[in-house]
């Protein structure tokens, strides 16, 4: 029997006995390099479904974050059902003065400041022309035009904190830049035909006092907030009013102190109280 040559003879392993090709004439160690191949690609292919999904949920929440916003924003009150079960029910504004004084202490609080100030000027001399929707209108303008001033001019802080000595903090400044775009950009003052001698005269009686007390209060747009959208004057009630209503919708913790004869504004966070006269 002829030697088989050598390229013919089937090659011998570790323990002497011939390798044997797979069945599907791959050898083991081609088998061994397709499953890391396909390991690989499993991986692959999980990692993109991942990603997917990450991009699928991140487009949902920013589509699904306003609409859950707005319901937390939203005043609403669970009222209970003869049957037990809950419905809820959302706040809505009053429009009328007799709406807003039907209503509870508690909704009270949850009156728009704006709204309330302009439905207490219904009836009276100089409300003839009030438009209570114009008037909200407006006053949001006036705010959205305080952010942007505010965003805009932030730098001055930052770089020039000497140009302001009378600024101390954040809470000061912002409301430095909100008086001085009231006051400067809109045109907001106090009514000059309000300063006269008279009303200034400490010596007077009693009668004097209440004849001119009663000259100073006969127009309603010298103390609503109508008042200052209609002529952007106003005296020493409706000034500290509409810097409390821009304020408020600018979301700064602003409240209006009342006191003999005078309103002043007050800022107070809990952590931070100063007042604006």
Known sequence: MKPQPARDRPRKGKA??????????????????ARIEAEKSGKLGNRRLFLLASGIAAVLAMLLLPAFRE??????????????STTEAVFHQPATLEELRALSHEDLEKVDFVRMNLLCAQGLPGSENLDIEHC?????????????????????????????????????????????????????????????????????????????????????RDYFLHGIVERQ?????????????????????????????????????????????
């Open 136 to 220: 909200e209108k407006t006053i949001d303008e006036w705010a959205a035009f305080v952010r942007d001033e505010t965003e805009r001019l932030d730098y001055l802080y930052e770089m020039f904190p000497d140009r302001f000595p009378t600024v101390k903090s954040r809470a000061q400044w912002k409301m430095y830049v909100l008086f001085s775009v009231l006051k400067q950009r809109v045109g907001i003052h106090y009514n000059p035909d309000l300063v006269r001698p008279e009303y200034q005269d400490r010596s007077w009686g009693l009668e004097e006092t209440n004849r001119a007390t009663k000259d100073f209060y006969r127009d309603s």
């Open 233 to 277: 004057m106003g005296a020493c009630v409706s000034l500290p009013s509409i810097v409390v209503a821009v304020a408020r919708r600018l979301g700064y913790p602003v409240y209006l102190v009342n006191c003999s004869m005078h309103s002043f504004v007050r800022w107070d966070d809990g952590k931070e109280r100063f007042t604006n006269r």
């Open 16 to 33: 002497g006995k011939p390798k044997e090709k797979a069945r599907d004439g791959k050898s083991s160690k081609s088998r061994k390099k």
């Open 71 to 84: 319901r937390i924003e939203t005043v609403q009150v669970v009222e209970s059902s003869p049957t037990g």
